[in-house]
Nanobody, 115 residues
Framework: QVQLVESGGGLVQPGGSLRLSCVASGSVSSINTMGWYRQAPGKQRDMVAR???????RYADSVKGRFTISRDNAENTVYLQMNTLKPEDTAVYYC?????????WGQGTQVTVSS
């Protein structure tokens, strides 16, 4: 019922910035929490940032102070502003949306931080 389309991934130098976006379509009124997860090769998928319907934010310790999650006015798009990027931030980043019944995932977008 919910489709998520991501954009904004790419190659960036250490210390640079990148902004990811995720547009939700379908039954967007049923979405409560939206967030971003990432998965590096050989590692599990971990939460990066989440934002609730009321605007409450949560961040992984590794990105706190560098990344900012936000939602647009219609609450159908979630953004991840990524600043002061480090090589260890390199991963596939996945958009996530949660409803009362299930969770949905985007297709993933590659973020590579390298000189």
């Amino acid at each position: 019922q919910v489709q998520l389309v991501e954009s904004g991934g790419g190659l960036v130098q250490p210390g640079g910035s990148l902004r990811l976006s995720c547009v939700a379509s379908g039954s967007v009124s049923s979405i409560n929490t939206m967030g971003w997860y990432r998965q590096a090769p050989g590692k599990q998928r971990d939460m990066v940032a989440r934002i609730g319907s009321g605007g409450s934010e949560r961040y992984a310790d590794s990105v706190k102070g560098r990344f900012t999650i936000s939602r647009d006015n219609a609450e159908n798009t979630v953004y991840l502003q990524m600043n002061t990027l480090k090589p260890e931030d390199t991963a596939v980043y996945y958009c996530n949306a949660g409803t009362r019944l299930t969770i949905y995932w985007g297709q993933g977008t590659q973020v590579t931080v390298s000189s």
